[in-house]
């Protein structure tokens, strides 16, 4: 990319604007006038312009008043995709209801609108923030997505439609509705039409991940959304529902304007799918490569970036599993300071994709910069994204499907990789060959389940479930007593431990004879694995776990913590034998093992008590005792 000049207010002179030949992922963008790109939250659409040429189309929302008092939905365009051409408001907003008549556009767009059209329109457009109607809030326009009808020849715009639900609410987002407009032409103008709540389950059909009655699962909320169209024509409109604990994936019509069937008579798994539920994910993106779904979100942390992660299905309406974390090393803590917004399908047969962030500035939304970076692909399909760096079109290698077939051993002990082989097979549609791998021992640095990583001497990299085991190994305590297949492979290659069931109450244990166990309030939760799994403290009491029968030495403690509610915000203090070893443990949605080294055993027995420091009750879900 060529060095740009630009002003205080994200300006410069349109003779002072280079072409750009790259990608410089959060460094200021203009376009071909100079000016700030104003497309947040947006959607990149590949289409074929009248002269037969590939053009792509930008459309997101204009941001250059902040917050409140939006222009609309901007739209630009490009065939490069690195330089972009300012085509103007795709979706204007509305300041005043005498648009309808006194303005040559709105008179024009709107005309034979009756007057209850042309207040679903007002509610929906008017964006400023000082309304004079008596409305406490404005409306909300967010992630606008565009999709090209083939069969109709019409452009189809959804959007995150939100605002108050009544003159006198005074939340922005209480409405909670997807809305759609219509337009002959992919730079506009769209007409807009309505807003809806979507599908929903009946709210007796599944456990609701809340704890408010008020948080209804079948109100059929909408938020952050995508749209995708698949092989067939079929549309379909991807939001975060549920108060952004769950994700929806919804059928359109064959207009794409509306539902596939009505909410009332939809039936999951034909019209819609309700899935990662309780996951609190928001910003989806989906793309399709090799017959494979993949739906990238984000956490659901307001303006704070937060982990990525990814889920894939063989089918749209079907249950997605979720892939994990598809960024690593710095940039993964928060997918590099960004927050998905879409995905760019450059070259699909070739598997060549353009993931598409924001980076969310709060105090200065109007020069907020845009994330873009490289995806790729590993073994078997499984999604990286990065990193940050500056990047060209030609960093995006062509992807055909490879896997290792060597069996790798299911077990890694801690910190050390030195039983793992050095080559390994690897197998394509061509054959197979014998390829000398490295691993990465940062991956197998803390115990218990991990993903174990593999490099090709040319560069690929593969992952492998495994059970990282400590030396020394004493106890292997499964807070919620499940045994879980990884808790028993533990148990069998650390064999004998001195515990011989999973968790018990304080008391003997009935095959090995020493005293251990827990004490105080609480109960066990979840299933899966030794994270999943879990036990939770009750009325603010902590939770105590005494381990007997320990021969003189000194001892590591290592504790794992996840948290399936992540928005109660717990925090927790941790002792060993009455000393503090972690003064304010955080509970989150990603698992995350402590280690606590250098304890000394007191009479052959160690003590560790979790205290709650917030007010949200504590829990743990596994302890490892292991002697130095």
């Known amino acids: 990319m060529a060095i740009l000049v630009a002003s205080v207010a994200g300006v410069t002179p349109a003779s002072a604007v280079d072409k750009y030949e790259s990608f410089r992922p959060g460094e200021p963008w203009l376009d071909s006038n100079g000016q700030v790109v104003q497309a947040h939250g947006g959607q990149v659409v590949p289409s074929i312009d009248h002269r037969g040429q590939r053009i792509y189309y930008w459309y997101g929302e204009d941001r250059s008043k902040g917050y409140f008092d939006s222009p609309g939905v901007h739209v630009y365009s490009s065939y490069d995709l690195y330089n972009w051409k300012?085509?103007?408001?795709?979706?204007?907003?509305?300041?005043?209801?005498?648009?309808?008549?006194n303005d040559k556009y709105f008179a024009?767009?709107?005309?034979?609108?009756?007057?209850?059209?042309?207040?679903?329109?007002?509610?929906?457009?008017?964006?400023?923030?000082?309304?004079?109607?008596?409305?406490?809030?404005?409306?909300?326009?967010?992630?606008?997505?565009?999709?090209?009808?083939?069969?109709?020849?019409?452009?189809?715009?959804?959007?995150?439609?939100?605002?108050?639900?009544?003159?006198?609410?005074?939340?922005?987002?209480?409405?909670?509705?997807?809305?759609?407009?219509?337009?002959?032409?992919?730079?506009?103008?769209f007409r807009w039409i309505d807003s809806y709540r979507l599908n929903r389950v009946p709210s007796d059909s599944v456990p609701w991940c809340g704890t408010s009655s008020a948080f209804d699962p079948a109100g059929g909320m909408a938020r952050d959304m995508n749209l995708f169209v698949d092989d067939d024509g079929t549309a379909y409109i991807i939001y975060s529902s549920e108060e952004n604990r769950t994700m929806y994936i919804s059928k359109l019509n064959k207009a794409y304007t509306y539902l596939s069937a009505a909410p009332q008579n939809a039936v999951q798994g034909k019209d819609f799918v309700r899935t990662l539920p309780c996951n609190q994910r928001e910003a989806p993106a989906m793309f399709?490569?090799?017959?494979?779904?993949?739906?990238?979100?984000?956490?659901?942390?307001?303006?704070?970036?937060?982990?990525?992660?990814?889920?894939t299905s063989q089918n749209i309406l079907g249950q997605f599993t979720d892939r994990g974390n598809p960024i690593g090393g710095a940039g993964a803590a928060n997918t590099y300071r960004?927050?998905?917004?879409?995905?760019?399908?450059?070259d699909r047969k070739h598997n060549k994709f353009i993931f598409m962030g924001d980076r969310w500035t709060p105090s200065d939304l109007a020069n907020a910069p845009y994330v873009w970076m490289p995806m790729s692909f590993g073994e078997g399909g499984t999604l990286s994204i990065g990193p940050d760096q500056e990047w060209t079109l030609k960093d995006l290698k062509p992807y055909t499907r490879w896997t290792v077939t060597s069996a790798v051993?299911?077990?890694?002990?801690?910190?050390?990789t030195s039983t793992l082989p050095s080559q390994v097979t690897v197998t394509t549609a061509r054959g197979s060959q014998q390829v000398a791998v490295t691993w990465d021992a940062s991956s197998v640095a803390q115990p218990g389940p991990a993903s174990l990583r593999g490099t090709l001497s040319d560069g690929r990299s593969f992952t492998r479930s495994v059970v990282v085991v400590p030396h020394g190994l004493r106890y292997a305590v499964n807070a919620g007593g499940a045994a879980t297949p990884d808790w028993t492979r533990l148990a069998e290659v650390a064999s004998p431990l001195l515990?011989?069931?999973?968790?018990?109450?304080?008391?003997?244990?009935?095959?090995?004879?020493?005293?251990?166990?827990?004490?105080?309030?609480?109960a066990p939760a979840g299933s899966g694995d030794l994270y999943t799994t879990l036990r939770y403290a009750k009325n603010h009491e902590p939770l105590v776990y005494t381990f007997g029968g320990l021969e003189p030495g000194t001892y590591t403690v290592h504790a794992g913590y996840y948290d399936p509610w992540p928005w109660a915000n717990r925090a927790a203090s941790v002792?060993?034998?009455?000393?503090?070893?972690?003064?304010?443990?955080?509970?989150?949605?990603?698992?995350?093992?402590?280690?606590?080294?250098?304890?000394?055993?007191?009479?052959?027995?160690?003590?560790?008590?979790?205290?709650?420091t917030r007010s949200p009750d504590i829990q743990v879900s596994w302890l490892m005792i292991a002697k130095s």
């Open 86 to 101: 300012d085509e103007g408001l795709a979706l204007r907003a509305m300041s005043s209801r005498d648009q309808f008549e």
């Open 108 to 189: 024009k767009l709107y005309k034979g609108y009756t007057a209850a059209q042309q207040e679903i329109v007002w509610r929906d457009l008017s964006t400023n923030s000082v309304r004079d109607d008596g409305w406490a809030r404005p409306s909300i326009l967010e992630r606008p997505k565009v999709i090209y009808n083939q069969a109709t020849g019409k452009w189809v715009m959804w959007v995150h439609s939100d605002g108050p639900s009544s003159p006198t609410s005074t939340s922005t987002y209480a409405r909670a509705e997807a809305g759609v407009a219509i337009a002959d032409s992919p730079t506009g103008p």
């Open 288 to 311: 399709k490569s090799e017959g494979t779904y993949y739906l990238v979100t984000s956490g659901a942390t307001g303006w704070d970036p937060n982990p990525a992660r990814y889920a």
């Open 338 to 346: 960004s927050q998905s917004t879409n995905v760019i399908p450059v």
């Open 409 to 416: 051993p299911d077990h890694v002990w801690l910190n050390d």
């Open 499 to 522: 515990n011989s069931v999973p968790e018990q109450p304080l008391a003997t244990d009935p095959t090995t004879g020493t005293t251990w166990g827990y004490t105080g309030s609480s």
């Open 575 to 612: 002792s060993v034998n009455g000393s503090v070893v972690d003064a304010q443990r955080l509970f989150t949605a990603t698992p995350t093992a402590a280690a606590y080294p250098g304890v000394v055993g007191d009479d052959g027995k160690l003590t560790v008590t979790i205290t709650p």
